[in-house]
């Protein structure tokens, strides 16, 4: 596995570890976060949100990405190259 990967895999066992750890109401708390006041679910909402994006991100800038544009850009150079 790429040790980037693993590093963001036992970065979100450590940050796992102590949420779980508390009961629902405790993660109803405010206080985690000051001004404005998080609750631990607001900070899980929160990485959960930089995941997502994360996720869409990485497969918006990769192969997916090209492939999507590929037909159009081949298309707009042979009519580029036909006005020659």
């Known amino acids: 596995m790429d040790s980037g990967m ?3 895999r036992h970065g979100w066992y450590r940050v796992e570890r102590p949420i779980r750890s508390l009961t629902p109401d405790e993660c109803l708390v ?3 976060y000051l001004d404005p006041d998080w609750t631990v679910r ?3 909402a929160h990485l959960g949100t930089w995941l ?3 996720a869409w991100w990485i497969a918006k800038s990769g192969t997916d990405h090209y492939a999507q544009h590929l037909p ?3 298309e707009w150079a042979a009519e ?3 006005r020659r």
């Open 72 to 74: 159009r850009l081949e």
């Open 52 to 54: 997502a994006e994360a």
């Open 42 to 44: 607001d900070l899980a």
């Open 30 to 32: 405010p206080g985690y």
């Open 6 to 8: 693993s590093a963001e």
């Open 80 to 82: 580029l190259m036909s």
